[in-house]
């Protein structure tokens, strides 16, 4: 052995022997969305570079929002890295409950997110959570049932065009229903989908005195429009449906079309799970011709809570898991149109994903939510799909749960509107508004 081969034996002694001493074990808490299950998947990657293990905690995605935040307001120390999104993290971080993450390495190249996701996910220019994906919500139609129904879909729609659309495509004695729709109610399920909606309808949850605004007409007529469209062209149970529940639908060739998260593109695409992968089209979410379109703008991140005891190890992770080297990592083993979308610039700047069918779609949606400006009227609140104040969780929870009903029949839209114009004007005046 020559004195260079003994140092290099030495140092990955030396590297082994303190990978070992400083391995420690993340509990992450997690979304059990289909790209969140991916990663869980390529954990041993990880393990082997670092040393470090990882044990999961895959929650439901209304369950996860209320286990972090119980965890995270009261200190409860039970998780080292968390899943949260453009909501939390703000207000988190201006609260001190998240680890600033503006030290990442060089490597990391944190100036390739794209701004829209490090805006949302950072506090006074300070970023707390790092992007594992990006998204908007757009149109999945089927190409075929368009086809049939001697009709076509534009690439920018307007509402009645899609309700016109969805009507034409149904066929419920064949099990087949021309629009799937969030019904489950949740702050992030339900009213996500409904109040990026009522945008293009000339809504807003509050006028510029935080008065809440659902005895006004734009509401009941978003409501309306929307529950109409569900009992004509949704499928049955809809209430009780969220982002895996309509996901399984159009993958079982049941859906027409589907608006939803853009993320949801390579599910629906993916021949190994879909039924339908060879007929998809996308088109960009509805607008009334009033400006704003019906899209969101979200992303699931990681977020360290303040307080781990293994900070610099949850950082490691938070680095592997959202990287350029991640996606290659998936892209390597199965194929481009499977990566996080929606994160990083160099994604769309990379000629191996511009041939992926929904990638255009899926930035131009992203590119086109303004959650400064996301409403006709002015609106106190930054947010698309959410007002970024610490209140809207547990007040749209609790309207989540009137509209839910509303579409399930057992109340009205007019007697909806009514309680949630009530309790959130109760919470918003008990909150000092």
Not at 93 to 120: C, F, H, K, Q, T
Not at 151 to 156: L, V
Not at 343 to 364: G, Q
């Amino acid at each position: 052995m020559n004195r260079k081969t003994a140092l290099i034996a030495v140092s990955s002694i030396a590297f082994a022997a303190a990978s070992g001493a400083f391995a420690e074990t993340l509990t992450i808490a997690t979304v059990n969305n289909g790209d969140m299950i991916r990663m869980q998947g390529y954990t041993d990657d990880f393990t082997a570079k670092t040393g470090h293990e990882v044990e999961w905690v895959t929650l439901e995605e209304n369950v996860l929002r209320q286990r972090v935040t119980t965890d995270i307001t009261t200190k409860g120390g039970a998780f080292d890295i968390m899943t949260i999104g453009m909501y939390e993290t703000p207000i988190w971080g201006a609260n001190g409950w998240l680890v600033s993450l503006d030290d990442l390495s060089a490597e990391y190249d944190a100036d390739d997110i794209l701004p829209a996701m490090r805006g949302g996910l950072s506090h006074d220019g300070t970023m707390y959570a790092a992007p594992f994906y990006g998204e908007s919500s757009m149109i999945m139609y089927r190409t075929d049932l368009v086809e049939a129904a001697g009709m076509s879909m534009p690439d920018a729609p307007t509402w009645d065009e899609v309700a016109a659309l969805a009507r034409a495509m149904t066929d419920k004695d064949n099990d087949i229903y021309g629009i799937c729709l969030r019904g489950k109610a949740g702050w992030g399920e339900n009213m996500a989908f409904l109040t990026a909606t009522s945008n293009a309808f000339g809504a807003r949850w509050f006028d510029e005195n935080w008065n809440a605004q659902f005895d006004q007409p734009a509401w009941k007529e978003t409501l309306s429009f929307y529950i109409d469209l569900m009992n004509d062209a949704g499928p049955p149970g809809a209430s009780t449906n969220g982002f895996n529940e309509n996901l399984s639908l159009f993958q079982q060739g049941k859906c027409g079309m589907w608006i939803d998260a853009t993320v949801a593109a390579s599910f629906v695409t993916n021949p190994d799970d879909s039924t339908v992968a060879d007929k998809v089209g996308f088109a960009l979410a509805p607008d009334n011709g009033l400006g704003p379109r019906g899209n969101w703008l979200w992303a699931w991140a990681l977020g360290i809570p303040a307080g781990t005891q293994n900070e610099a190890a949850a950082k490691q992770f938070v680095e592997w898991a959202t990287s350029k080297d991640y996606i290659e990592l998936v892209a390597a083993k199965e194929g481009w149109a499977n990566v996080p979308p929606g994160a990083r610039s160099s994604l769309y700047e990379n000629p191996n994903y511009a041939d992926v069918p929904f990638a255009k779609m899926t930035l131009e949606s992203i590119l086109s939510a303004d959650p400064n400006n996301p409403t006709v009227d002015p609106v106190p609140y930054v947010g698309v799909q959410f007002a970024a104040i610490p209140e809207f969780a547990g007040i749209a929870s609790q309207v989540g749960q009137e509209f839910s009903a509303a579409l399930a029949g057992q109340q009205t839209v007019d007697e909806a509107l009514a309680k949630a114009q009530a309790l959130t004007m109760e919470e918003m005046e008990a909150a000092g508004y």
